[in-house]
């Protein structure tokens, strides 16, 4: 199974501000949405947020205002720039491309954010 490839998780103090990227091999093409999810101990998978191929993003309500998803659809590239964390956002983060239904996931990035 292809994975995406993930960097940016670490330490975080409440507050402060991360910034997460996703890089799908060139393999995957004809990406739609790309995507974070995140899973905390404990608690099932959710979505984070999303972004289409014409730039549409959603969010999850716990995050609206403070994380941004960007795209770089040549670089088969998604971002996630995460500011004003909070320790409630800690979990493992996962990238997700979805091709038509196909879905591609990395092996997760820790995020932890101390209060």
Request: aromatic letters at 10%.
């Amino acid at each position: 199974q292809v994975q995406l490839v993930e960097s940016g998780g670490g330490l975080a103090q409440a507050g402060g501000s991360l910034r997460l990227s996703c890089v799908a091999p060139g393999s995957i093409f004809r990406i739609t949405i790309m995507g974070w999810y995140r899973q905390a101990p404990g608690k099932q998978r959710e979505l984070v947020a999303s972004i289409t191929n014409g730039g549409f993003p959603n969010y999850a309500d716990s995050v609206k205002g403070r994380f941004t998803i960007s795209r770089d659809i040549p670089k088969n590239t998604v971002y996630l720039q995460m500011n004003s964390l909070k320790p409630e956002d800690t979990a493992v983060y996962y990238c997700n491309a979805d091709r038509s239904g196909v879905h591609y996931w990395g092996q997760g990035t820790q995020v932890t954010v101390s209060s």
